[in-house]
């Protein structure tokens, strides 16, 4: 499985799999199926950007079997509402693949792309722990009471 960017030369596959009612009856949050190509592309246009303003490891991807050559599904890994603290992955199949053991390959493979992401680390300033921004909470929380910086924290860790 390889996971990458949406482009716009990925549009007809998002299409299908986007455009398709019996599939997108699935998706979380709830959408409409993309009812033509123009429309699509506007939609992945808007992950193009979206990707460039959200820290990562969060966005959306295609994921594509190499064994075969085609894109088969999507995959995004994104904050929840109301207060971006916790995180959503959702897995979107195109129905032409699905029963072919994609809908747990896809997650293992998003947690594969996912280990292989290196977070930013802290060595710095204050408590020296550098929080991503859905978890400044969390931070505060960690250092009341007088605790104290003892070594680099990480953002991840799989």
């Known amino acids: 499985m390889q996971l990458a960017p949406w482009t716009m030369s990925d549009v007809e596959a998002a299409l299908s799999i986007f455009g398709d009612g ?14 033509d190509m123009a429309a699509m592309q506007h939609l992945v246009s808007r992950w193009g950007a979206d990707s460039a303003t959200i820290e990562q490891p969060l ?7 190499l064994a075969i050559g085609h894109t088969v599904s999507a ?17 979107q199949i195109a ?3 699905w029963g072919n053991g994609y809908a747990g390959e896809v997650p293992r493979s998003l947690v594969a792309r996912m280990a292989q992401w290196r977070p930013r680390t802290s060595h710095s300033s204050g408590s020296g722990i550098r929080p991503a921004p859905w978890g400044r ?15 680099v924290v990480t953002l991840w860790g799989i």
């Open 22 to 35: 019996e599939a997108a009856r699935w998706l979380t949050p709830a959408m409409n199926p993309s009812p």
């Open 59 to 65: 966005s959306r991807w295609k994921v594509t079997d």
């Open 75 to 91: 995959v995004s890994l994104l904050p929840l509402p109301p207060d971006n603290i916790d995180f959503e992955i959702g897995v």
């Open 95 to 97: 129905r032409g693949w």
């Open 137 to 151: 909470r969390a931070a505060r929380r960690g250092t009341a009471g007088g605790r104290r910086h003892r070594g």
